[in-house]
């Protein structure tokens, strides 16, 4: 099979379920029509195997991470997924891999209402760049630099569960409990987002480990956090696993969560709680904003905890 | 130096040219604004080094060419350049190296004004997606599926000269006469093509090779071609290469080209020839549009050249 028959076969054959595509995949360029009103909000991500994902992770769970970790840069946003495009590299044209990225890809897109408007298709190490595009009304986005002394600050979900899912695969890569399925196939928050952005006006997706990702959001508003070590939200199975004696430190640096971490004025604590309940999505106050300039957490004694590593890096 | 260091220093220096871009790198996203009554036109490439590029080519010549085969999709549908996302997996930090890159890189997006608005820098072996945006008037584009029969058929530049570089390099890896520079350093037909969308409704880019490429508007525009082997342009360094023997076959297949197929009426031949000779851009008609379904190419006596491969593949 060519290249060109691998395209078409599998990317051309994806749902389309936007009329605001002019022209899809096919030609050199896809034509798009933005809403009037609207900004555009792009993001784009790699995923190098072995490097974000075992290289024996099943090519539905990267099919549907590739996209899930794109969803979740709009997500942070607070940004309406439309488009996507897809490059993806690939060491052989295996017919079977192919059908599963496809299967794992598509699950995503169909939820979200995405479009694949455009790609390429190259051969090479295994690797997948994404490229997602939304829309947001101006007024209504989230930002990084929005944060404001006082604030109180959020996660959904619970952290560290994907670390630990990391951390068992590598003694059994065959495990398959809750934390890999989170490693595996993230939720990304994009429904709860769509809600909270019309209150919330500062978040970030914790994708490099907690600590390191709220630090981007202190030093993008010039301004610190304190946390209580106690209030992180953990799983049932990540306290089991560690028996009683979690490490804090590994928890807050673990990355690969894609969570959403956001700051509002403790005035809309009622309406975190309503949208919480709504989305049935759990939401967690782990501290707040101060006017320092660091991320500092704090143990049951109120002391600061001693962070060694500021969240996953590749370098 | 972390990655988010090498990123700062690196990709938050690129030129920023745009009063289009509400907030640019340093966010889960960029914010952009789309000119009202315009829409939005993406493309995505990716070049893995060892497939696209000779592994010894220079950071430079990579950066450049990165973004060049990207800039030739936007010409190919006569849209104007805009934002452009860059997904770099690097198998080591090295600042020389990256500080090559971004040179070459930033050459082009300064030419074309475009603004560098978001990417991905991770670690694995050597491969850069890059992803870019323009705009076109909803009337004013260039597709693949508008050549009609009758339609004259043109291709800027000369044909076959990078496809030549590449065996000239595979012969000695420190050539450098203008078919390796075609090679390394493609020259996209952004304004050619900006002048050419007034009038014309139908091109493509030569990337997969001539025969390949026109094959890609007949079967989106359910038509053929007709070309005469001896009005396809060719450089004096091939012809002196071949020594008068020139195989029209390599020529014809050869990709990597970066140069635009186009059809018009032949009531715009005059106009042609004018932004020809505005732009100083060599333009030739090579043959026409016809009912059938397949391109095909004439020698002198209007024999069929028989051809073999339709273009290069990665599979």
């Known amino acids: 099979m060519s290249e060109f028959d691998l395209i078409n076969q599998f990317f051309r054959s994806m749902p389309q379920q936007r009329n605001d595509v002019v022209l899809g995949i096919g030609d050199d360029c896809a034509i798009l029509q933005v809403p009037e009103g609207k900004q555009l909000v792009v993001s784009t991500d790699t995923l190098v195997s072995g490097v974000h994902f075992p290289a024996q992770t099943a090519a539905r769970d990267i ?8 969803l979740s840069d709009l997500a942070a946003m607070g940004a309406d997924p439309a488009w996507v495009t897809l490059c993806l590299t690939l060491p052989e044209n295996d017919p079977v891999w ?14 979200h209402k995405l479009q694949l408007v455009g790609g390429d298709t190259t051969h090479g190490p295994l690797s997948i760049s994404v ?32 670390g ?51 630090q981007h959001i202190c030093d993008e508003s010039h301004c610190g956090a304190e946390l209580l070590a106690s209030d992180i939200p953990l799983s049932n199975e990540l306290k089991e696993y560690y028996g009683g004696e979690v490490d804090v430190n590994k928890v807050l640096t673990a990355g690969d969560d894609y969570e959403l971490c956001f700051t509002v004025n403790e005035k809309y604590n009622q309406r975190v709680l309503e949208i919480s309940k709504e989305t049935g ?20 004694h109120n002391a600061v905890i001693e962070t060694s590593v500021m969240g996953y890096e590749h370098f």
Not at 63 to 70: D, W
Not at 134 to 139: A, I, R
Not at 149 to 158: A, C, R
Not at 285 to 292: A, M, Q, R, S
Request: charged content about 25%; glycine content about 8%; some cysteine.
């Open 98 to 111: 192919l059908e599963g990225f496809v299967k794992g890809f598509s699950e995503l897109l169909v939820e």
């Open 131 to 162: 490229h997602v595009s939304g829309f947001v009304q101006p007024e209504k986005v989230m930002r990084r630099d929005r944060a404001q002394p006082g604030d109180l600050v959020y996660v959904t979900g619970t952290i560290g569960d994907a």
């Open 281 to 300: 999505l759990q939401t967690s106050c782990i501290g707040k904003i101060t006017e320092g300039s660091h991320v500092v957490c704090l143990d049951e």
């Open 164 to 214: 630990l899912g990391l951390e068992m695969l590598k003694k059994n890569s065959s495990e398959k409990n809750t934390c890999v399925i989170k490693l595996n196939r993230p939720e990304p928050r994009n429904y709860f987002a769509l809600a909270l952005k019309e209150f919330c006006h500062c978040a970030i997706d914790v994708s490099d480990g907690l600590l390191a990702d709220l």
């Open 63 to 70: 099919g549907y991470k590739s996209l899930a970790v794109n």
